[in-house]
């Protein structure tokens, strides 16, 4: 087999392949009308251009627009703010992130940097910060070398072209530990922004505290006509293609459970084995690589194997074939594969002899796609050959998370889980099984709970005990009658709501599935199901603010295509096996959420909070 390696750059597809091809409408509209926001705010400043930012901030800003359309408005160069380099260029253009740290490093570059002859202009990206803005202002010899302070809301960040979140992993830890509600704030002016782009108001449902909180946000903008409160320029006419009439909110804390137990889709595996990236691609370790193959191309390019055993190779995933695969459950990934493989073989070796001179020259200049998607069609028949082993690998820990779901039990250490524990292997996956233990049975007797702490600090140290009581305090582990350690959030109801919303049903099909529970192989998340009873029933029982039910009755005096789709947000990170879930919804147009979270990010977004 080819190597996983082979043809895994972007530089490899040509140059007619769209390279949103499989992407929603709505998620094309999306990022469309970031680009123009973008090229427009460039434009807006006359001569060329030198943006000094970080390489993070680098990277959220090319998933708009490559180094090449860049230059096409006017940015002759691209600085990283730590290096502090000087510039000719007429104008400067910071773009700075969201925190203190990153404000402190545009006070030190323009304290020490000397470009007289430059317009100093900072944007804030995807959003200002009054602490920052106040600071700058303190210094004043810094705020006098600034043209104009404003934000730059690029906010929506597009996902494996079905997905926009805005890359906020920490909003349930900074809400449920540090209670810091202004997250809800930047929410409510993200969604508003989408509103903008909707050119409508939209009907608003919501479901949970924090869902509540950002409607009423929206409603209070929408009554204040408000557009300057999120610190944005004007808003652009709406976007093309974004039809949408509703908005349905729901917070994560309905299902923290979800998130930490195995997906078994191909997108949600990808995540959690290898991570996917802001630009569509996972990181395999040169390792689990095809060896052979890859030491013969290392030796074809007359250079040595790399030995590293921590080097990596960056895989793009985005492409037409990803798109066909990403919510399969893994055991119908093989005979999806085998007839992709049959397109792609019959449409690259039709019989030459047979063409007329017309069809010839269209073959030739159809070639390149024709071997761009075979080339891909190996490397995901690879991929799906490492995901096969790594489900091999986590057969134990899939059993184990079943069997905690199936049969709660509170009152004793459980076996299976002390193993993993004493083992001391993984941190990750120790604290998991205990907080999905705590899930089931809402809530671990005094003497469970004190025995798993004093297991996690004996097997990985004082920082994982650390971890642990953060988790207890956000309520991924409850003691039962706790009189500490109290979560802000109300925990799941595991027995009541596995039984009224059939969470795990007895059978579940995983080819052609349709049940969403599928992407789970036996669970499905209740935030799916909630929304899917949410559609049955036209969202009675949910919270509808004021005006939204005028909105409501307009929009059913119109056609069915012309009222638009729903949108769905979740509030505090949604997984790509939930996604899988929700695609099967009728006539939810567009997924979005605060962050995409899988079993990995869940427990460091929760944790890595002081």
């Not at 006070?107 to 470009?115: A, E, M, P």
């Not at 925990?491 to 007895?506: A, H, R, T, V």
Request: proline share 4%; with cysteine.
């Amino acid at each position: 087999m080819a190597s996983v390696a082979s043809g895994t750059s972007n530089a490899t597809r040509p140059h007619n392949v769209d390279v949103e091809e499989g992407w929603t409408t709505q998620v094309r509209a999306v990022r469309a009308y970031n680009r123009k926001l973008l090229f427009t705010t460039l434009d807006s400043i006359e001569g060329n251009k030198t943006i000094v930012w970080s390489e993070k901030l680098m990277q959220r800003v090319n998933v708009f627009a490559t180094g090449t359309e860049l230059k096409e408005h006017g940015v002759v160069a691209n600085h990283i703010v730590d290096k502090q380099q000087t510039t000719s260029s007429p104008n400067i253009l910071f773009f700075v992130e969201k925190s203190m740290t990153e404000a402190n490093k545009l006070i030190d570059y323009l304290t020490k940097v000397n470009n007289a002859n430059s317009y100093n202009h900072v944007f804030f990206i995807p959003d200002e910060w009054y602490a920052a803005r106040q600071k700058l202002k303190d210094q004043k010899n810094i705020w006098e070398k600034l043209e104009s302070v404003q934000a730059l809301p690029l906010s929506w960040l597009p996902s494996e072209g079905d997905i926009i979140s805005l890359g906020e992993p920490t909003l349930p830890s900074r809400l449920l530990l540090n209670g810091d509600w202004t997250v809800l704030h930047r929410c409510a002016c993200a969604l508003f922004e989408l509103e903008r782009m909707v050119g409508r108001p939209l009907v608003l449902h919501s479901k949970g505290r924090w869902s509540d909180d950002i409607a009423n946000m929206m409603v209070k903008m929408r009554d204040n006509n408000d557009w300057t409160s999120c610190q944005g320029p004007q808003p652009l006419p709406p976007a093309v293609g974004l039809n949408l009439n509703r908005l349905v909110l729901i917070d994560r804390w309905v299902d923290p459970l979800a998130p930490l137990l195995t997906p078994h889709t191909y997108a949600a595996m990808l995540d959690d084995v290898y991570g996917i990236g802001l630009k569509d691609s996972v990181k395999i370790p040169e390792s689990e690589l095809d060896k052979t193959e890859k030491e013969k191309k290392d030796n074809s390019a007359g250079r040595e194997s790399d030995k590293s055993p921590n080097a990596m190779r960056d895989i793009a995933v985005n492409d037409e074939i990803f798109h066909r695969l990403k919510h399969l459950h893994i055991a119908q990934l093989g005979r999806e594969v085998a007839d992709i493989w049959a397109d792609v073989k019959r449409d690259s070796e039709k019989s030459k002899a047979q063409m007329s001179i017309a069809e010839y020259h269209l073959f030739v200049k159809k070639l390149p796609i024709f071997l761009y998607r075979k080339d891909r069609l190996t490397q995901h028949m690879h991929l799906n050959e490492l995901l096969n082993k790594a489900m091999h690998r986590k057969y134990e820990e899939i059993m184990v998370e079943r069997e905690l779901l199936s049969s709660p039990i509170s009152e004793r250490v459980l076996s299976p889980v002390e193993d993993v524990i004493v083992r001391g292997e993984c941190l990750h996956r120790s604290l998991r099984l205990v907080a999905i233990q705590s899930i089931a049975a809402e809530g671990l007797k005094t003497t469970v709970l004190h025995a798993y702490r004093k297991m996690i600090f004996q097997s990985f140290g004082v920082d994982a005990l650390n971890k642990f009581v953060k988790m207890q305090k956000i309520g991924l582990i409850r003691e039962k009658a706790a009189q500490k350690f109290l979560s802000r959030y109300s925990p799941m109801l595991f027995s009541q709501q596995k039984k009224e919303y059939n969470l795990m049903p007895e059978e579940v099909e995983a080819i052609n599935p349709s049940n969403s529970a599928y992407a789970y192989a036996y669970y499905s998340s209740l935030v799916v199901r909630m929304i899917e009873e949410g559609v049955k029933i036209k969202w009675v029982g949910w919270n509808t603010p004021k005006g939204s039910v005028t909105l409501e009755r307009n929009n059913g005096d119109m056609r069915e295509e012309d009222a638009g789709a729903t949108a769905v947000f979740v509030v505090g990170g949604i997984t790509r096996a939930e996604v899988a879930g929700l695609r099967q919804i009728k006539n939810i147009g567009l997924i979005a959420s605060s962050s995409i979270a899988n079993r990995k990010s869940i427990i460091d977004s929760l944790t890595n909070i002081l």
